[in-house]
């Protein structure tokens, strides 16, 4: 395996910030360790053969070696900049309905999604799709009922944790 020790490895553990390649530093300092394939398979719960693709990743290229390979697919059809412009204007207002997200995505880009799309470009970007239950109309003031009355019934709205 490559030249990097126990106690590097588990300061390169606590600096990662993905749980993936944390998981994979595990593996190694495992495996360095003394510990089997099939012995660090049963702690992590995943089979001992993935335990051996890591390994021989990190043996091939370390730490780096580690990282999560970009995924083969089809590129997306709005580039990064138009997308921008998209979430720009999205945050402009606090709700929209499908539909109007999808007319902004086709005049600033050209390109028509499904609403099946739409709704997960929108949780993608950190929206949340509010429905109304029943159970909320009577919990609520007059005021605030007649507030909901005036926007569409089902909507997008930016999560709190964006």
Known sequence: ME??????????????????IRERI??????????ST?????????????????KKRFES????????LGRSGRPGSIDSSTEEEIRTELSGRDHWKTTEI?????????????RRHIRRMAQEWGYALITPRKK?????S???VDQFKKKPQRY?????EE
């Open 142 to 144: 007059d005021e605030e």
């Open 136 to 140: 909320h109309k009577d919990s609520a």
């Open 61 to 68: 290229g370390g730490i780096d070696g580690l990282k999560t």
């Open 26 to 35: 595990l593996m190694i300092i495992w495996l360095k360790s003394g510990k």
């Open 3 to 20: 030249n990097m020790g126990i106690e590097e490895l588990k300061k390169q553990y606590g600096m990662e910030k993905d749980a993936d």
């Open 102 to 114: 999808s007319k902004i995505i086709e005049e600033k880009s050209g390109v028509r999604y499904t």
């Open 38 to 54: 099939y012995e660090i398979g049963d702690l992590l719960f995943c089979p001992h053969s993935k335990v051996v693709y890591w």
């Open 156 to 160: 997008w709205v930016l999560s709190k």
